[in-house]
């Protein structure tokens, strides 16, 4: 059966319940949210007077109310060192989400720590080190002196580039402004650390670098625009399943028709004809199918195209509108440079395209049209033009990225109301860090380093390679091995030695070691390997601030304790620069020593106003109290000005047609189809049978950190699944359910067949980063030029390994496609 | 779906009299607030949920869900023949289930597509498999679709007599 949590009452909210402002820490988006909290002994009651909502809750409440929560909404945690009840419901009043919550960030309460109701006992509560053959508690000041004195030797012996550091750049939980300043302080102020990569991928370096190079940053409109725009060209993006409520909220009324008066209000004088959307995808995904049920599917446009092949469509779009005169020729010449050269070099015809991509040309013709002709009166079309993974993890992603937005500039969308070039994103954004000039360009491939035998020590923040990399088959095989020295060198020493510890630990470096220092929320798969693990407290623990994919900047406040000792990663980070700047000054290096000055703070709001607040763009204007002010809609950077008790924003980028290079031109830029780019993706086409493409799913957020210990997320995908066509699968002997396992020359890893009729032959889908399959361990080493990792195309031959097991029998199988009928 | 009118009474009937226990309880609990010394009422742990008659085996259809109410009139739900035994099945063929159908997401009301056997949200496109439990086949709902807990009579009359999740719309399941 189903889990089910047959719970069948919740406590009431009492009309005195504390009120907090949240953002939804997962995705992009950051729906707002409230927490309301009230003493354990407590409760409200259904009569108006006794609960928060002021109605009748003896009565059966209508679809939308705001006057119910689900038990996912619903926890008991610790706030102050009391037991209190929460509720972290959705807020009608933020223009993100009006009220909406998402399948995961409708369980924000439930997957909260909570030592009363059991959940989320996975989070970490005290540092942890190696000690007589396994991680054991100890203190803040024990742990950290530990990783100062190995760090301080090996930076002292080897130089910094030693010193090899994976951290998170984003924002939402684990991530955020005051904890990138904190890191980014720490590593690129305090040292200069050059072996640095973030998160997701291998190296320091922009996923969207050619966009920033012509002058258009990646997050340039405002959510409104999808309720303005004539036609969505959505490229390698789901976002009924990534970006769910930007998508329910703003895409989906306007193909319902409901954004007609607003239309009309902020754009008089031309007509608004029903919205089109094209999609560019390998696979026919939800949002397909919710287009298609809200636009018709006279308006929707699938452009399933041969995977890795949209530079080539992109390309012949641009020339195909070129060709035909419906470029923006005022905006081109007054705003950018280099459009003849781009015209000239990116020169594609609708029939190369067409053979290249593996879709008719008259389709390609017809999302042209829908692209930039102009309308019946005579005027532009308004074309938004979002992306993401499918373009950023994909083939060629610098070049793919630059013909998206050649054809954005020249059909004058950027800047503009109903426009818009933009990525839709995965995490929040929350980057506040000292320059990074001195990482280079392009970054080290630190993976690949680390698996070359470089650096002594690696500090790991809120990252999990052994999930989250490519050739992560050969990453977790070295990294182990090289880790394992140091565990065996530390479990011969006597650990209240410091001394004797610290030596065994570098000659074990020296050696060919790697000592590995974790921070994080839980116990991760890389942290299996580390030496010392650092507790961290996420948002809600803390005051956490972030912005959206409409740099829409709020407050989350705190509303609960941390777990145990757990600190927030800014005051981890600036403990560790103490310890730092001690153990250096005990070494008799006071030059060295001094770097690490200015690591003072004790709340994470001393990190904002060191950080952010001085060095951000419109930071000045920015402090916690103006931000509590503004509540769940808070402010969209860049902030300009403070006025009336308000700040205020800037609602999209560019309106003036002054874009980020010197001479405030955007530029085009010469971007030819090469093929497949990546070393050794066309040898592996060539190679093997199936394309594991591959990407996230609706119920999961990110790798599954917190929903691996979520009841209702593990009853539904207790395996990846990996979508098959049904009759790939009888070819290969399989049913659903089964356990297969998915093989190639980078190695190996398993999943759960889902079987998919709208998949094609010899193209499956498969869930990405999850902790019971990893699908990274099959993606090769290949990169871009600038080290960006190519997940998207990975080709693989597939096997049985097992019939379904238990806790797979009670799954559904059935089309994930809404169907109204 | 039409609406069986006599059903409905009836299961309204057999609801005035569920709510009514309910009812007493509250009273109990009121009233022992007042005299110094009362001791307080008990209160279950789980709610006291209604017996009701929903059908009779014989007016179910194959894969045609038969529109009814439970725990009570503002709670529609179906009773559903699927015709071929599943988890939670009741009935001489173990294929009778029973399932809230106001959507557990947002409260809109859902659809049944007989084709794919699966529970449809016009709302936000949720999908759920009467065959699995309601388990959510792809949604935003953060809990499977309730389901009823049924049981048969030797004359074949259906009753419903719990509800295994959270209806949306109430902080209770019986108000």
């Known amino acids: 059966m189903a889990f089910k949590r047959n719970i069948d009452r919740l406590p009431i909210i009492p009309a005195d319940a504390k009120r907090h402002n949240v953002t939804c820490h997962y995705c992009i988006v950051g729906c707002g949210y409230h927490a309301y909290t009230w003493p354990v002994n407590k409760q409200g009651g259904p009569e108006p007077d006794k609960n928060i909502f002021g109605v009748d809750l003896s009565e059966q409440q209508a679809a939308e109310t705001v006057a119910w929560y689900s038990p996912s909404m619903y926890n008991i945690v610790k706030q102050n060192g009391e037991d209190v009840h929460i509720v972290v419901k959705p807020d009608r009043e933020c223009s993100v989400n009006s009220g909406l919550g998402s399948v995961r960030g409708a369980r924000i309460a439930e997957m909260s720590y909570s030592e009363a109701r059991n959940t989320q006992q996975q989070r970490l509560t005290d540092p942890l080190v ?30 910094e580039d030693a010193l090899y550091v994976s951290a998170y750049d984003h924002g939402g939980a684990g991530g955020g402004y005051e904890n990138t300043w904190g890191t980014g302080k720490l590593y690129f102020e305090a040292m200069k650390i050059k072996n640095i990569r973030i998160h997701n991928r291998p190296a320091y370096n922009s996923e969207v670098h050619a966009t920033r190079d012509m002058g258009v940053g990646e997050l340039n409109n405002c959510y409104e625009d999808a309720e303005l725009t004539d036609t969505i060209f959505c490229v390698g993006a789901n976002p009924l399943e990534t970006q769910t409520n930007y998508f329910l909220n703003h895409w989906v009324p306007n193909m319902r028709g409901t954004t007609a008066d607003k239309k009309n209000e902020q754009l008089p004088g031309e007509e608004h004809p029903p919205v089109r959307i094209v999609f560019v995808d390998p696979r026919r995904t939800v949002s397909i199918n919710a287009c298609e049920a809200e636009a018709g599917a006279d308006n929707v446009l699938h452009l399933a195209i041969n995977s890795g092949t949209d530079l080539a469509l992109f390309n012949a779009i641009f020339t195909h509108i070129v060709e035909k005169g419906w470029t923006d020729k005022a905006f081109i010449e007054a705003s950018t440079g280099g459009f003849d050269e781009a015209v000239k070099g990116n020169k594609m015809t609708l029939e190369e395209a067409s053979n290249i991509c593996g879709v008719p040309a008259a389709d390609i013709e017809k999302a042209a049209q829908w692209i930039a002709e102009p309308k019946a009166d005579g005027k532009r079309r308004r074309t938004m033009m979002p992306y993401e993974k499918g373009l950023i993890w994909g083939n060629d992603n610098y070049r793919t990225n630059a013909a998206l937005v050649n054809m954005a500039l020249a059909t004058g ?58 050739n992560a088959h050969e990453f977790k095989k070295v990294y182990k091995k090289r880790t394992d020295i140091v565990k065996d060198a530390m479990s011969a020493a006597p650990y209240g030695d410091r001394d004797a510890m610290v030596k065994a630990i570098i000659d074990a470096i020296n050696q060919g070691g790697l000592f590995a220092v974790n921070v994080d929320i839980i116990p991760t798969k890389i942290g299996q390997a580390c030496h010392v693990v650092l507790p961290a407290a996420t948002s809600g623990e803390a005051n956490l601030t972030s912005m959206n994919g409409e740099r829409r900047m709020r407050l989350t406040e705190r509303y ?29 290096d006071a030059d060295y020593a001094d770097k690490f000055k200015g690591f003072d703070w004790t709340t994470e709001e001393d990190a904002f106003m060191d950080g952010y607040h001085k060095v951000a763009k419109g930071g000045e204007f920015v402090t916690y109290d103006r931000l509590r ?26 309106e003036d047609g002054k874009f980020g290079t010197e001479d405030g031109r955007a530029k085009f830029m010469v971007s030819e189809w090469r093929g497949l780019q990546a070393p ?6 060539d190679k093997y049978k199936y394309l594991i493409n591959n990407g996230r799913t609706n119920h999961v957020w990110q790798s599954a950190y917190l929903d691996q210990e979520n009841d209702f997320v593990m009853d539904r995908w ?5 979508q098959m066509n ?20 980078a190695g190996a890893t398993q999943a759960m067949v889902y079987p998919t009729p709208t998949a094609r032959r010899g193209e499956t889908f498969m869930m990405f980063g999850y902790p019971t399959g990893v699908q990274g361990n099959v993606v090769n080493a290949g990169t871009n030029e600038l080290i960006l990792p190519n997940y998207k195309q990975t080709w693989a031959d597939i096997r049985k390994i097992a019939d379904a097991p238990r806790n797979v029998a009670h799954l559904t199988f059935k089309s994930q496609e809404y169907k109204s009928t | ?26 009273t109990v609990a009121a009233a022992g607030a007042a005299p110094p010394h009362a001791k307080a009422a008990m209160p279950a742990a789980r709610v006291e949920y209604p017996s009701n008659r929903l059908a009779n085996v014989s007016e179910l259809k194959m894969n045609e869900p038969l529109e009814v109410n439970y725990p009570d009139a503002d709670a529609p739900g179906v009773l559903l023949k699927l015709g071929a035994r599943v988890e939670g099945g009741v009935g001489p063929d173990g294929d009778i289930v029973g399932f809230c159908t106001i959507c557990p997401h947002k409260g809109y009301p859902l659809a049944y597509s007989a084709d794919n056997r699966t529970f449809n949200c016009p709302g936000h496109y949720s999908v759920f498999d009467p065959e699995k439990g309601g388990q959510q086949v792809w949604g935003q709902a953060t809990q499977n679709l309730p389901q009823y807990a049924l049981r048969v009579a030797e004359n074949g009359d259906i009753f419903a007599e719990g509800v295994d999740e959270l209806i949306y719309g109430r902080l209770s399941n019986v108000l």
């Not at chain 1, 050794?680 to 086409?685: D, F, I, L, M, S």
């Open chain 2, 1 to 26: 779906m039409h609406r069986c009118k006599a059903m409905a009474d009836i299961g309204r009937r057999q609801f005035l009299r569920g709510s009514a226990l309910v009812a007493a309880g509250a």
């Open chain 1, 718 to 722: 207790p395996y990846p699944f990996i």
């Open chain 1, 680 to 685: 050794g993706k066309q040898e592996q086409k």
């Open chain 1, 726 to 745: 049904p009759q790939d699968m009888t070819d290969a002997g399989l049913k659903e359910g089964d356990l297969v396992e998915i093989f190639n020359d």
């Open chain 1, 413 to 470: 969308n950027i800047g503009r109301s109903g426009g818009g070039c933009v990525r839709l994103g995965g995490h929040q954004e929350g980057y506040a860090r000292p320059s990074d000039a001195h990482v280079g360009k392009p970054a080290a491939y630190v993976d690949q380093l680390l698996i070359d035998g470089q650096g002594g020590v690696h500090h790991i923040w809120g990252c999990d390679h052994y999930k989250t990399t490519l």
């Open chain 1, 560 to 588: 609960m304790d941390p777990p145990g000792q757990a600190m927030p990663d800014c005051l981890i980070a600036a403990r560790m620069a103490n310890h730092m700047e001690q153990v250096l000054r005990d070494m008799g």
């Open chain 1, 130 to 159: 190696w000690r007589y053959g396994q991680m054991q508690p100890t203190s803040w000041e024990d742990a950290l002196d530990l990783v100062a004195r190995v760090t301080a030797a090996v930076i002292k012996e080897k130089g």
């Open chain 1, 629 to 654: 002010e503004a509540g769940n809609n808070g402010v969209q950077e860049p902030a300009t000005g403070y006025e009336s008790g308000k700040l205020v924003g800037t609602k999209r980028l560019y």
